[in-house]
């Protein structure tokens, strides 16, 4: 399909500026984010952590229109494996959507829980789920989603997630063939594929109908190695430069452009670059960059 031509929405996120948290002195402001995504072109936008941008909707509204920017997504968090932080899932779930939902927003992104501690590196859970615990998974990311959907309109898609129980293409798979797809989509983001020895362009191909929204992200290579031999946790390997700018890394620009064919035309892509922490002053030329390169290769628009 080489004459195809993407009408995808190329959108960034509070992640490339190197935001984790609703609030860190080792963060940018909410105010520089707003104002550096809509300078490097970037038209789309998630909101990232509940609380680093306003959550008064109204006041969201007025700062995203002075910029003429648009929300693709909001993101959430929690152990959907665990049935007894489903109500407060539910709640936070609500919250970010019922947010992202005024201020124009589509979808909402569930990210699962990590089996190891973000920072420490230190293993919290063991690294599998048995059938029980994946199939709760599987039960509350439709609940959740169903939920969202009847009450914000929103629909909800699963991210996969480097050192959660569902990272690896064969959980991804898992995942996809447990589900609904009536109730939840996939979010795949081709970076935490890739970090953990998967290929997205296969689940493309193989998925086609539940890649319903993506995040581009790359990793180094041989940064991977260095991570894979020393057994570091994510935070870590954000560290030594294994979340890298493109064009450096994989998934190529190429390997996905060659696939978007099969996907939603005006599909979303989010740039997302782990930097956490970094110098308040990077992301604004490395976004530049990014955006460039990403329109170059035909991946979005």
Not at 149 to 166: M, N, Q
Not at 205 to 225: G, L, T, W
Request: include cysteine; proline fraction near 6%; aromatic fraction near 8%.
């Amino acid at each position: 399909m080489s004459s195809f031509m993407t009408n995808a929405r190329l959108g960034s996120a509070p992640d490339s500026w190197g935001v984790w948290m609703p609030d860190s002195p080792l963060q940018t402001t909410g105010q520089r984010y707003l104002d550096e995504i809509a300078m490097a072109g970037y038209r789309y936008m998630e909101i990232g952590p509940y609380g680093f941008l306003p959550t008064d909707p109204n006041e969201l509204a007025d700062e995203l229109a002075k910029r003429d920017l648009r929300v693709s997504a909001g993101t959430v968090g929690g152990a959907f494996h665990r049935a007894e932080e489903l109500e407060s899932i539910t709640k936070d779930a609500l919250d970010v959507a019922r947010l992202a939902a005024a201020v124009g927003g589509t979808y909402l992104v569930l990210l699962p829980a990590m089996y190891r501690d973000l920072f420490s590196g230190e293993f919290v859970e063991g690294k599998e789920l048995d059938e029980e615990g994946f199939a709760q998974l599987v039960k509350a990311t439709e609940q959740v989603s169903e939920i969202v959907k009847a009450e914000t309109g929103l629909r909800a898609v699963f991210h996969p997630h480097a050192d959660s129980h569902v990272e690896t293409q064969e959980q991804t798979y898992k995942w996809l063939d447990m589900t609904d797809p009536q109730k939840v989509g996939l979010c795949l983001d081709t970076g935490h594929i890739e970090y953990c020895s998967g290929d997205s362009a296969e689940i493309i191909r193989r998925y086609a109908d539940r890649v319903e929204y993506m995040h581009f992200k790359q990793v180094d290579p041989a940064k991977m190695s260095v991570v894979r031999d020393k057994d570091l946790g994510f935070y870590d390997a954000v560290q030594i430069g294994a979340i890298c700018e493109p064009p450096h890394g994989v998934p190529t620009v190429e390997s996905i452009t060659r696939e978007m064919w099969r996907l939603d035309p005006e599909i979303f892509v989010i740039v997302e670059q782990d930097m956490f922490p970094c110098h308040p002053d990077t992301p604004f030329p490395t976004a530049l960059r990014t955006a460039s390169v990403l329109r170059a290769g035909k991946l979005a628009r």
